[in-house]
């Protein structure tokens, strides 16, 4: 089969075996090895003490139709390929942090998101994009400039007007085909409302707009700005309710025109008149009218501070005064903040950040019923930035009532969903998915890869869905999507290792011991006992045995391990003792020594700084080592490149190069590969995390990884030809990687791999 069917084959199942019959590419890829390995010999035999009572292996586990496993080459040229566009959330994303600011529904049910994004499930649109069931995602045009604010439609013409975030503040019109910059201002445009007539209102902090004097709130009329009602706020505005026959604001200010209100004022066509909270200091967010048509107020304020009680941020207007709703809302520290206010008949949805309403958890989003606000579900920011991370930023009502919230979340009750969401009462929440679905993306981060063979591929971290399947902490990524392995390890999963009979061992800070293994079924049981510190990294030997290396002192029942030993099913064994530092990378050459890279200066009785091999019975240092640099981290990745070892991770840089992070075993000294790795960052150094080779090129990626000095950081660089070059772009920091026969796979915590989204794991298709 020529490689060109094989990537169409491939083209939306990266781990498809398509016939193929081919050997895996990992960074513990030492080239060929010896089809009968002899068991290397670890010193005297453990005595019975060692033994955690743990069965051996036994029959190979039931997992699945057998992985095609046989020779075949490396791609001709491995940088030659494309992302696949799987790895995307049900949603918005790009490169975080992303945020929907803004959402808009018209009289068709058509949904506009608005805000800092660059794709619609694996759709590229800058900043604004369209959905519709049954069609998914559509762009609109080439999207826009800056961070879209706010999204209205206009009332007549069905026109989607948008505020921009950019240098300053601009109104952008979508006619349908095309944006146009309608209006300008330097300062800030918060909130857009039409008039029933169609007239165009604008809130916000500002001066002046298109050049013209006018503050805080405008109205456009027969080709000019004026104020409405010939007066302005004396603050900034961040909320308008356009009524047919009123006009209320929501802010932060103290007077509108000679008229003091404190937050909220209303005029009647005629008038201001004041809606003050009765504390100043605070803001309104949002307006809304209740079923009987009473004014209700969203924001950060807190109605009563001397009563000791935090709720607040959610009122309503009796004609004279503001009574709480309920309880109203606590964040992390007092009141919490309000941003949405939705009214469905009777129901009132209230959508901001907030995490409780009295004794009542409520994550950010909630209904208030029967007095009181109930629990829906949640929107919670699984992967987030900042202290209030659970933000929803705006809501809109379909026509049957669904309520749609956009925001910073990536998960709605127990499911996934990229910044938006919409909610029935009916079906609970639901997400902006492709009509044909296939997200993959994961919903927390990747610290470990493994693969066996074409189709078998497995990621951990710490998640507990993938796409919209549950999975925790572990998943199996399958030609038709991710499969979750049983209940999944309790922990943060570091490391993660595959046995020739299938038998999956993780490793990390978990529950269990902090080492586990997974031989099909709903458990992951402790295996040998486990180890009484974080594991870094696994592997398992050509002789089938597994080499665990990390923190930890002991293995099994107190059995002394300096931060490496060896299980066999059976028995642990520790070589010469360990290492005095932690273990972090591990490589098997082709004679069976095993390589150990880590933050260490001594390996059994030898000197060793950062990098020791194990031949069987004693440990050997490399030269002088590789000293490390002020982090003092050392060696973090090794992988075997044109016949050599090759090290990378924070240590000095080599008198051959400038650049640091990467340097190969000449078998005498160490050499920098090329001119070496490069920081953008004078405060923290290039970190290769994770090293694979693939036929002739070798690919580093981690955190602070330019190609060359002043490059950009691209986390993901490839050695080819002599010479370093960027290979894509992560945005965010990557922390594991390994190569299958079809694809490079990488996983971390970043959003997007070169153009397309990958949310924590991305997978490059060779060609």
């Not at 060692?50 to 699945?64: I, R």
């Not at 240098?167 to 979508?174: D, Q």
């Not at 979340?409 to 969401?421: C, D, E, I, K, P």
């Not at 992988?639 to 078998?667: H, M, Y």
Request: hydrophobic residues 40%.
């Amino acid at each position: 089969m020529t490689r060109a069917l094989t990537l169409s084959c491939l083209a939306s199942l990266a781990l498809a075996a398509c016939g193929d019959e081919r050997p895996v590419l990992t960074d513990e890829d030492g080239g060929p090895s010896p089809t009968d390995m002899t068991l290397a010999d670890l010193g005297p035999e453990p005595d019975a003490s060692m033994d955690a009572g743990t069965p051996d292996l036994g029959p190979p586990p039931d997992m699945g139709p057998p992985c095609p496993i046989g020779p075949d080459p490396a791609p001709t040229d491995p940088t030659a390929g494309e992302w696949d566009r799987r790895f995307y959330l049900p949603g918005v994303g790009g490169t975080a942090p992303t945020d929907v600011l803004s959402v808009a529904i018209d009289a068709d049910d058509v949904v506009y998101v608005g805000g800092h994004f660059s794709h619609g499930n694996d759709i590229p649109a800058r900043n604004v994009v369209s959905w519709e069931d049954g069609v998914g995602f559509t762009p609109l045009g080439d999207g826009l400039p800056g961070d879209v604010v706010e999204l209205e439609i206009h009332p007549t013409t069905g026109d989607v007007w948008a505020i921009v975030r950019e240098l300053g503040h601009g109104i952008y019109r979508w006619d349908g085909s095309a944006w146009s910059l309608e209006h300008e201002s330097p300062g800030f445009l918060n909130a857009l409302a039409f008039a029933p007539d169609g007239t165009l209102i604008v809130g916000g902090s500002f001066d002046a707009i298109d050049g013209e004097s006018v503050s805080n709130l405008a109205a456009y009329r027969g080709g000019s700005w004026l104020p409405v009602g010939g007066a302005s706020p004396d603050e900034q505005v961040l909320f308008i309710l356009a009524e047919a026959d009123s006009l209320c604001i929501g802010g932060r200010f103290s007077n509108v025109g000679a008229t003091e209100a404190i937050s909220v004022a209303c005029h009647d066509g005629s008038s201001w008149s004041a809606r003050s909270l009765p504390v100043p200091g605070y803001e309104v967010r949002v307006l809304a009218r209740d079923s009987s048509g009473a004014l209700l107020a969203g924001g950060h304020f807190d109605l009563d501070p001397g009563d000791g009680e935090d709720g607040g941020s959610i009122a309503r207007w009796d004609g004279t005064e503001w009574g709480l709703m309920g309880q109203g809302f606590v964040g992390s520290i007092g009141p919490g903040y309000v941003d949405v206010i939705q009214v469905v008949g009777d129901l009132v949805y209230a959508a901001g950040s907030f995490r409780a309403s009295g004794a009542t958890d409520v994550n950010s989003v909630s209904r208030f019923e029967s007095g009181a606000w109930g629990n829906i579900g949640g929107a919670f920011a699984e992967v987030g930035f900042g202290i209030e991370t659970n933000n929803v930023f705006d809501g809109a009502t379909t026509s049957t009532g669904k309520l749609l919230i956009g925001g910073r979340f990536t998960r709605v009750g127990s499911m996934l969903a990229s910044h938006v969401a919409l909610w029935d009462e009916t079906f609970a929440w639901s997400t902006l998915e492709k009509p044909t679905g296939g997200a993959a993306g994961v919903g927390g981060f990747v610290d470990a890869l493994a693969a066996r063979g074409p189709c078998e591929l497995y990621a951990g971290g710490e998640f507990n869905y993938v796409g919209t399947e549950p999975a925790r902490n572990v998943v199996r990524v399958t030609p038709t999507g991710p499969e979750a392995m049983g209940a999944g390890p309790v922990g943060v999963v570091r490391a993660l290792a595959v046995a020739e009979d299938g038998t999956v061992y993780a490793g990390g800070d978990l529950a269990d011991g902090n080492l586990v293994q997974y031989q099909g079924g709903a458990t992951w049981p402790m295996v040998g006992g486990g180890v009484n510190g974080a594991v870094a990294v696994l592997l398992v030997a050509s002789d089938g045995r597994l080499w665990v290396g990390g923190d930890f002192t002991e293995v099994g029942s107190g059995v002394a391990a300096e931060h490496i030993a060896v299980w066999d099913g059976t028995d642990w064994a520790v070589p010469a003792g360990g290492v005095d530092g932690p273990v972090r990378a591990l490589l098997e050459l082709a004679d069976g020594t095993i390589v150990a890279g880590g933050a260490f200066e001594q390996a059994g009785a030898t000197p060793a700084i950062n990098i020791a091999s194990w031949d069987g019975a004693e440990w050997s240092a490399y030269g002088d080592g590789l000293p490390a640099d002020l982090s003092g981290r050392g060696v973090r990745s090794l992988a075997f490149f044109e016949g050599q070892i090759v090290a990378g991770g924070q240590f000095l840089s080599l008198p051959d190069a400038d650049g640091a992070g990467i340097a190969t075993w000449t078998g005498s000294a160490w050499e920098t590969v090329g001119d070496g790795l490069f920081s953008p960052y004078t405060f923290s150094p290039a970190s290769p995390n994770a090293l694979v080779v693939v036929g002739d090129a070798l690919f580093a990626t981690g955190n602070n990884i330019a190609a060359t000095d002043g490059g950009e950081d691209t986390r993901l660089a490839v050695y080819r030809g002599g010479s370093w070059a960027a290979f894509g772009e992560l945005t965010d920091v990557s922390e594991a990687m390994v190569a299958t026969p079809e694809a490079l796979w990488v996983g971390g915590t970043f959003t997007r791999a070169g153009p397309i989204p990958a949310v924590g794991l991305a997978s490059f298709l060779f060609e």
